[in-house]
């Protein structure tokens, strides 16, 4: 199973709704999956973050250049969230064509594999 991840360069986008309910009704971190797993009974066999890619590099540069305005909040009907969010898009997306994703980039999601007892 794979989850969006938390903290992760998605979670750093002021605004950013494709990470708004209900694409996203939470965000997930390795303790949060393996409470998942007792309480459903399951085996963890691995926890791991997904690395950036190709699919994803947008986000990445974007989360990297995003102003940090939230103070713990994620949306705000703010004129300054709004040209934050442009701006956080405008700068990745010039950052995703000229620049590689550093070796070790961490994505959005986190993947989960588990097994019945």
């Excluded at 949306?75 to 550093?102: C, D, E, M, Q």
Aim: glycine share 8%; charged share 10%; net charge positive.
């Amino acid at each position: 199973m794979t989850a969006p991840s938390w903290p992760a360069p998605v979670t750093a986008i002021p605004n950013y709704l494709l990470n708004a309910p209900p694409h996203h009704l939470s965000w997930w971190n390795e303790g949060s999956l393996r409470a998942l797993c007792d309480r459903l009974g399951l085996v963890c066999r691995e926890i791991w973050p997904v690395p950036a890619g190709s699919h994803s590099s947008i986000v990445y540069w974007m989360g990297r250049f995003a102003p940090q305005i939230g103070g713990g909040k994620y949306f705000r009907w703010r004129y300054r969230w709004h040209f934050a969010l442009l701006w956080t898009y405008l700068i990745g997306a010039v950052a995703n064509k000229v620049l590689t994703l550093p070796p070790g980039s961490c994505g959005s999601e986190i993947l989960l594999v588990a097994q019945k007892p």
